[in-house]
Structure formats: structure tokens, C-alpha cells
């Protein structure tokens, strides 16, 4: 199912999985990831320094949460669940009501938010963190990684 979801996004097709005996791992092929972020590149230098490190720290933390095979599919599941529920067009309560469109959002994320502070570990973190450094750093948006 986390296949399907992730093929949905774009960002996975058949190649991307890698087959070890009778276990299967899922991962995001590195070209993909490299397509994205030239994507992003020029939105991110329009946004600013400060959202661009937010965005793509959040970003790699995907990552290593998808690539971690210690993280069980269902949790991976919920993340994109989640990410997909707040992205999306359709809410139960519509985003055009203001404040109060988003407080179905702002539940789901925060309930994600707690279940996550379980399973994501501090050395994920600073992994992302590191690799979003180094994008901006890649992108001249920053001067030291």
C-alpha cells in the first residue's frame, strides 16, 4: 500500500524497490529525490532561507523515516496519510472557513506529531538536519553546511 501512495506522488515507480530474499524493503530512488529537489530549488530561493531549511528539513526526515527499516509500514503509512490529509483539497471541515478550516488539520498533525516523537530518534534529526544544511549550502543559500 505504502508503494501505491508513494507511485500516486511521483516520487516512486517499480525500480525504486529493492528485493533482499523474501524481504522487501522500500525506498525512494536517489534520481527522484535529485528531480525533486531541482524542482524546488528555485521556489525555495523565492521563499527564503528560513522556510527553505524548515521545508527541507521536514523532507529529509521523510526520507529517513521511509528508509528506516525499523519503522514499521503502518507508521510509514500514517506520515503519508497524514502529510496527504493536510495537503489535500477535501477536509472535514473546508480550509475556506479560516481558523476553523484548519482545525482538522492542526489535530492530525499534532496527533502525528506525538506518534512520532516514538519513533523518530534523535540521530534521524540531526541527519536531516545535516542534509538540509548542505542542500542550502549546494543552492548558495547559505554559507557554511
Given at each position: 500500500?505504502i508503494?501505491?501512495i508513494?507511485?500516486r506522488?511521483?516520487i516512486?515507480?517499480?525500480?525504486?524497490?529493492?528485493?533482499?530474499?523474501?524481504?522487501?524493503?522500500?525506498?525512494v530512488s536517489?534520481?527522484?529525490?535529485?528531480?525533486?529537489?531541482?524542482?524546488?530549488?528555485d521556489?525555495?530561493?523565492k521563499?527564503?532561507v528560513?522556510?527553505?531549511?524548515k521545508?527541507?528539513?521536514g523532507?529529509?526526515?521523510?526520507?529517513?523515516?521511509?528508509?528506516?527499516?525499523?519503522?514499521?509500514?503502518?507508521?510509514?503509512i500514517?506520515?503519508?496519510?497524514?502529510?496527504?490529509?493536510?495537503?489535500?483539497?477535501?477536509?472535514?471541515?473546508p480550509?475556506?472557513?479560516?481558523?476553523?478550516?484548519l482545525?482538522?488539520?492542526?489535530?492530525?498533525?499534532?496527533?502525528?506529531?506525538?506518534?512520532?516523537?516514538?519513533?523518530?530518534?534523535p540521530?534521524?534529526?540531526?541527519?536531516?538536519?545535516?542534509?538540509?544544511?548542505?542542500?542550502?549550502?549546494d543552492?548558495?543559500?547559505v554559507?557554511v553546511?
Amino acid at each position: 500500500m505504502i508503494d501505491d501512495i508513494l507511485t500516486r506522488l511521483g516520487i516512486k515507480n517499480e525500480r525504486d524497490f529493492e528485493n533482499e530474499n523474501t524481504d522487501r524493503k522500500t525506498f525512494v530512488s536517489d534520481e527522484k529525490i535529485k528531480n525533486f529537489l531541482n524542482n524546488l530549488k528555485d521556489k525555495a530561493k523565492k521563499v527564503g532561507v528560513v522556510v527553505a531549511r524548515k521545508a527541507l528539513q521536514g523532507f529529509y526526515l521523510l526520507l529517513e523515516i521511509m528508509r528506516n527499516p525499523e519503522i514499521s509500514t503502518i507508521d510509514k503509512i500514517l506520515v503519508v496519510g497524514v502529510i496527504l490529509y493536510i495537503i489535500k483539497r477535501g477536509d472535514l471541515i473546508p480550509d475556506s472557513l479560516g481558523i476553523f478550516g484548519l482545525i482538522d488539520d492542526a489535530t492530525f498533525a499534532a496527533l502525528e506529531y506525538k506518534r512520532l516523537k516514538k519513533i523518530v530518534t534523535p540521530e534521524m534529526i540531526r541527519n536531516a538536519n545535516q542534509k538540509a544544511e548542505n542542500q542550502l549550502f549546494d543552492w548558495g543559500m547559505v554559507d557554511v553546511a
